[in-house]
């Protein structure tokens, strides 16, 4: 996997998980420890924000901080620390998250017949579409059957896709 796939990829995970403040802060690359105070500060983002994009951040296993208290204010600080190095582990991780749950889906669609409603009010399962005699109980209109080999060639690809991408991180 090239560099630039591996940045996007990333991107789109912290954007999801901690939004774009998540970004931003990502994509600080602070050299050293920081607080959420003085981050605020720089960014001139409110300090809750900021926190909760960090938060975010150390769920996915991205950030870390250590606690201290202030000897003046006798309040908690917290001294944060992006985690770089873990990205590729991170990656990995939500990538095997999302091949899971890839396959689970072209399971259920190899292994269930679905019918429609010619109006796309519904889907429903073979045994369904019997018990409403073939007829959308919201429309009337007929359910017919749906034919799911596009859908599975797409989750096929996809699968594919992050295959290739694991193979190479
Ligand atoms: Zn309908």
Known sequence: MNVLQAEELIR???????????????ELRPKKEFTDEELSMELGIEINEIRRALFALYELGLAEYR???DDETGWMEYYWRIR????KEVLR???????????EKLEDETATVYYICVNG???????????FDFTCPKCGAPLE???????????????R???EILSNL
């Open 121 to 131: 009010c519904m889907k429903v399962n073979y045994e369904q579409a019997m018990e």
């Open 93 to 103: 991780r939500e990538l095997l998250k999302t091949k899971r749950k890839l396959e």
């Open 145 to 159: 059957f749906f034919d799911s080999s596009l859908a599975i060639e797409k989750v096929k690809e996809e699968i």
């Open 84 to 87: 770089y190095d873990k990205e």
């Open 67 to 69: 606690r201290k208290r």
């Open 12 to 26: 789109e995970l912290i954007e999801r998980v901690a939004g774009e403040i998540g970004v931003i802060i990502y």
């Open 161 to 163: 896709k992050i295959d």
